[in-house]
């Protein structure tokens, strides 16, 4: 997902996803579900049209793997003729050719008519269960080529998305949480290339903070919602890595545990909530402990027991 995060700006999820179906081809839609803090604030916020997040990206994952090549051609294409623009980011913005390696091509980040603080970003699952690098496929456009990239545990943020009334799909909050968890079994020193409201962030911990995030926004719409997760969790899982479902099921809580118990990574990913997916409906330090608390024991150790399981 982009890191271009230090130009955050508030948008309105309904509005922005609202822009994103009027201008995707009709034929294209099957195969995109939006995903990241846009669909997370759509979710939840969509009965409040006053609520804002902010984000710079709305990160559109094009599934199968093998419609995201045509896929993504027709909506760059689609989007180029109604005027959006390669969203620029030093030598990144600029299209590669065809002999350009995939991984040094920009990704298709175009910013709509208007220069509204926010892009889409195309993006598509992994190739297989053990491709979990990032790895990027060339797009050949008429302006170019860009690349598509994969990675991680992509493919838990397609698992059964949720329709929308916009005709668009939006991935479900906990397969979000789920990705996220299992991208970040550690955390890592590694920082994101811009800042957040003045601040450097690790990356782990801006993406286990929106998994707080989740569970806080979740909560609060219903107390006993997270003990619904581990089953689902687990059928996603063992479909999407039958080899492996179990270990990685088992490890799930690593990350989320060594984030509850550092001080200043706990502090990183606070910051980025309450300036990030929480900024229309900020809470305090204490709030995103329980929500993390009560993460572990009503989602995550269930999960863990389940795997232990032999059935």
Avoid at 72 to 95: H, R, T, V
Avoid at 119 to 124: A, D, G, H, N, V
Avoid at 156 to 173: H, K, V, Y
């Amino acid at each position: 997902m982009s890191e271009m995060e230090d130009a955050m700006k508030s948008v309105y999820p309904r509005q922005v996803l609202s822009e994103i179906a009027e201008a995707i081809p009709d034929d294209c839609k099957k195969y995109m579900t939006i995903i990241g803090s846009l669909a997370v604030g759509y979710h939840f916020f969509v009965e409040n049209e006053s609520m804002a997040i902010r984000t710079k990206d709305a990160d559109c994952l094009l599934s199968p793997r093998i419609k995201a090549v045509p896929a993504g051609m027709e909506i760059a294409e689609k989007l180029f003729d109604s005027g959006w623009l390669q969203a620029e980011s030093g030598n990144w913005g600029k299209p590669g050719n065809e002999s350009t390696p995939p991984d040094q091509l920009p990704a298709v980040r175009l910013t709509p008519p208007g220069g509204k603080g926010w892009f889409i970003e195309l993006l598509t699952v992994p190739e297989s269960q053990k491709d979990r690098a990032r790895k990027w496929i060339s797009l050949k456009t008429s302006r170019g080529y860009f690349g598509l990239p994969s990675f991680g545990f992509l493919s838990l943020t397609d698992f059964e998305p949720l329709e929308t009334e916009l005709g668009i799909r939006i991935a479900r909050p906990e397969m979000m949480a789920l990705a996220n968890m299992l991208e970040h079994p550690s955390i890592s020193t590694v920082l994101m290339s811009g800042m957040i409201h003045d601040r450097k962030i690790k990356r782990s911990n801006k993406d286990l903070g929106r998994v707080l995030a989740i569970a806080c926004l979740s909560t609060a719409k219903n107390e006993d919602i997270m003990m619904e997760w581990p089953g689902l969790w687990r059928t996603a899982l063992k479909k999407l890595f039958p080899d492996d479902w179990r270990n990685l099921a088992q490890s799930a809580d690593s990350g989320i545990r060594q984030l509850l118990q550092s001080e200043s990574d706990l502090d990183e990913a606070y910051h980025t909530c309450i300036y990030g997916l929480l900024a229309s409906q900020p809470l305090k330090m204490d709030q995103l402990k329980i929500a993390g608390q009560r993460l572990l024991q009503d989602a995550v150790e269930p999960l863990v027991k389940m795997a232990e399981m032999k059935n």
